[in-house]
T-cell receptor, first 112, second 113 residues
Framework: QQPVQSPQAVILREGEDAVINCSSS?????VHWYRQKHGEAPVFLMI?????EQKGHDKISASFNEKKQQSSLYLTASQLSYSGTYFC?????????????FGKGTKLSVKP | NAGVMQNPRHLVRRRGQEARLRCSPM?????VYWYRQLPEEGLKFMVY????????ESGMPKERFSAEFPKEGPSILRIQQVVRGDSAAYFC???????????FGPGTRLLVL
C-alpha cells in the first residue's frame, strides 16, 4: 500500500525550514528517505528502523513515530542545494523485504 | 568504489522492437532491484533479484518483460515488442544484503517512437 506524502510541494527561501511527512495506514518495518534532482538518480538520505527513532546529519534529520506508521523529514536552514523531490520508500511488515513502496514525492524548491 | 552503473543512459526504440537495459551493481552487492518511473511520478517497484534467482517479481508486467541476474555479468531487464507506454526512466538499485539501503544507478531513459 502506497504511503501518503505531504505536502505535495513546498517553496522556501534560503534559510527557512521545512517538514515533509510520510504516512502509512499500517505499521512499517522501515522507512527510507531519498532526494532526487530532475533527470538524476535518487540519492539515499537515511533509513529508519525503530519506533521512536530519530536520525540526522548536517541539517537534515528524520523521525519515525512510536507506532511506526509515520515518518517526518526535517530540513533546517535550507540551502539552494536542497531543491529536488523527496521520496519516502517503505517496507511493510509481511511485505517483500526487497520491495520499496515509494510515495508520490514532495517537490521542494529553495529560492535565493 | 564505483557506484551502480547502468547502460545505456538513453535508448530509443520503435514500437515492436526489443529493449535491453543493463545494470552492474556496486562492488560487493549481490541484490539488485529494478524500478520504473514515469515523468513527474514516483518510483514503481518491478523486480528484485539475487545472483541467478528472481526473489520477487510482483511488480513486473506479466507479458513482454523479463529480468535476469546471471552468475557472471550485469543484471538485464528485457522488454520485448515495446509499446509507447513503455517509455519511462528505468532505475536499478543494489544492496549488499536484503533489508539494507538500496543505492540507485543513474537510470536508463527509454523512449519508444
Amino acid at each position: 500500500q502506497q504511503p501518503v506524502q505531504s505536502p505535495q510541494a513546498v517553496i522556501l527561501r534560503e534559510g527557512e525550514d521545512a517538514v515533509i511527512n510520510c504516512s502509512s495506514s499500517k505499521a512499517l518495518y522501515s522507512v527510507h528517505w531519498y532526494r532526487q534532482k530532475h533527470g538524476e538518480a535518487p540519492v539515499f538520505l537515511m533509513i529508519l528502523l525503530k519506533g521512536g527513532e530519530q536520525k540526522g546529519h548536517d541539517k537534515i534529520s528524520a523521525s519515525f513515530n512510536e507506532k511506526k506508521q509515520q515518518s517526518s523529514l526535517y530540513l533546517t536552514a535550507s540551502q539552494l542545494s536542497y531543491s529536488g523531490t523527496y521520496f519516502c520508500g517503505t517496507v511493510a511488515y509481511g511485505g517483500s523485504q526487497g520491495n520499496l513502496i515509494f510515495g508520490k514525492g514532495t517537490k521542494l524548491s529553495v529560492k535565493p | 568504489n564505483a557506484g551502480v552503473m547502468q547502460n545505456p543512459r538513453h535508448l530509443v526504440r520503435r514500437r515492436g522492437q526489443e529493449a535491453r537495459l543493463r545494470c552492474s551493481p556496486m562492488k560487493g552487492h549481490s541484490h539488485v532491484y529494478w524500478y520504473r518511473q514515469l515523468p513527474e511520478e514516483g518510483l514503481k517497484f518491478m523486480v528484485y533479484l539475487q545472483k541467478e534467482n528472481i526473489i520477487d517479481e510482483s511488480g513486473m508486467p506479466k507479458e513482454r518483460f523479463s529480468a535476469e541476474f546471471p552468475k557472471e555479468g550485469p543484471s538485464i531487464l528485457r522488454i520485448q515488442q515495446v509499446v509507447r507506454g513503455d517509455s519511462a526512466a528505468y532505475f536499478c538499485a543494489s544492496s549488499p544484503v536484503n533489508q539494507e539501503t538500496q543505492y540507485f544507478g543513474p537510470g536508463t531513459r527509454l523512449l519508444v517512437l
